[in-house]
């Protein structure tokens, strides 16, 4: 499937570290990859895009002291690759020392990095992945006809392997792969005043066969958009909010973002110095596990080498770790956690959690406002202060009443983490965070 074998990545990385040494570096760190891929896009049964991607890269970061300076290349000739060093050691000598710079501590390298079956090739090509997109799209036009236009149904399979090296002695690497089915339909309201809604929905998964059916990707898509139709606003108010899960994972990225080292050495995050302070409910616990196979938040080691570990981030409210690289450790006096390139597979859980998904959180709520889609950047994570529009749907005695549209969801993240009050059993992947959909107690909705 690929161009170039682990061996051949191996050779690679040992040259440019030798040539680094050559040079004169005290320390170098090497990868490589090569990726190749293949998308394709329909819409209303027509071929929008077919995509076929080969790339490769090789980069090396290497340091004079204190001093660092990195280059890359696509060019894998022994002429280009030693220009790639010569350009990262030139950079290094004209650039500023900074005392934290360095490859992670020896000791902390995965010396023997396990098998976590991350790679499971799709033979699919594109009349068969075509014919899928087409399955998913026809389905949601199938729905209602109501459902009278679309911006399309993709299908995307993704293979790839790298391998990283340091002149501390670590060597290693692995494939993956990610593929993925979506859909977005427009609905129609029809009528002299018609007004269109548009939804979408999408499985993805390192494995092809857990991709959810096609048909049911679109289907489900359709009556999402249906569901959209004849949205109103609301008067102002303040009233309690769920956030779907697909976006409740996303609330939880905040809370990772403000507890990452980046954020914190540079003091512009609204939970600094909060290490052993509450940030959740005491109800609430978040666990990261890189360790789990299969799962896109899974990883034997971070982008730097350093191997990772199963640990508690949050116990019962109180934050227990942050998220950190070597270089944000070092500013802070700290350890890397191994979490150079962010978070890994994450979980929050509570023991408040009820069974029979959003229905029974919808009930637990009784009344209040479901977000189900969330637009702008109006999260500022140095205070916290948090304001987005939104769209989703009024609910009186635990059920649905309407949709509605042009409101906003205000209110500050540090108050809304602690103000969770359930969490729940809808649980749902998307990228390195697991979750249900989350209700908070109390948020100001912005309306007429």
């Known amino acids: 499937m690929f161009t170039y074998s682990s061996n051949q990545f191996q050779e690679i990385i040992d040259f440019m570290l030798k040539e680094a040494k050559r040079r004169g570096a005290s320390d170098a760190v090497a990868e490589i990859s090569e990726g190749q891929g293949l998308s394709v896009t329909v819409r209303k049964g027509e071929v929008e895009t077919i995509e076929q991607s080969l790339d490769k890269q090789v980069g090396v970061t290497l340091f004079l002291g204190h001093r660092r300076g990195n280059a890359s290349t696509s060019d894998f000739s022994t002429a280009s690759l030693k220009a790639s060093v010569e350009a990262a050691y030139h950079i290094a000598q004209h650039t500023a020392e900074d005392v934290c710079a360095g490859p992670a501590e020896k000791s902390l390298l995965e010396k023997h990095p396990r098998d976590l079956d991350l790679f499971h090739p799709w033979d699919v090509d594109s009349a068969t992945a075509i014919e899928i997109a087409r399955a998913a799209e026809g389905a949601a036009f199938g729905v209602s006809k109501q459902i009278q236009n679309s911006d399309g149904a993709s299908v995307s399979a993704h293979h790839a392997h790298f391998m990283m090296g340091t002149s501390l002695g670590f060597m290693g690497g692995y494939p993956f792969s990610r593929h993925y089915i979506s859909c977005a339909p427009i609905a129609n309201s029809g009528g002299k005043k018609s007004h269109m809604q548009r939804d979408d929905w999408y499985s993805s998964s390192r494995i092809s066969e857990e991709l959810a059916d096609p048909a049911a990707i679109g289907r489900y898509a359709a009556q999402r958009a249906l569901s959209r139709l004849n949205a109103r606003s609301l008067s102002t108010r303040r009233c309690p909010v769920i956030f779907e899960a697909p976006l409740a994972a996303g609330l ?21 110095d909060s290490l052993g302070k509450q940030v959740l409910p005491k109800h609430i616990s978040l666990f990261e596990n890189p360790h789990i196979p299969s799962l896109t938040g899974s990883a034997p080691f971070d982008e ?27 500013k802070l006096g700290m350890k890397t956690t191994g979490n150079a390139g962010g978070s890994h597979h994450l979980t929050l859980q509570s023991p408040k959690t009820l069974k029979g998904g959003l229905p029974a959180l919808l009930k637990a709520m009784g009344t209040g406002l479901l977000v189900t889609e969330l637009m702008g950047q109006g999260v500022n994570y140095v205070t916290g202060d948090y304001s987005r529009g939104a769209f989703g749907y009024w609910v009186e005695n635990g059920e649905i009443q309407f949709p509605v549209e042009e409101i906003t969801i205000a209110g500050n993240l540090r108050d809304m983490l602690l103000d969770i009050q359930m969490i729940g059993s809808d649980s749902l992947i998307r990228g390195t965070k697991e979750t249900g959909s989350i209700l908070i107690g109390s948020m100001t909705v912005g309306g007429k």
């Open 252 to 272: 939880l990225g905040g809370l990772v973002q403000a507890v990452s080292g980046g954020a914190l050495y540079r003091r512009s995050s609204f939970l600094l």
């Open 304 to 330: 730097e080498g350093v191997k990772t570990s199963p640990r508690t981030v949050v116990d019962k409210g109180f934050l227990q770790g942050y998220f950190l690289s070597t270089y944000s450790a070092r």
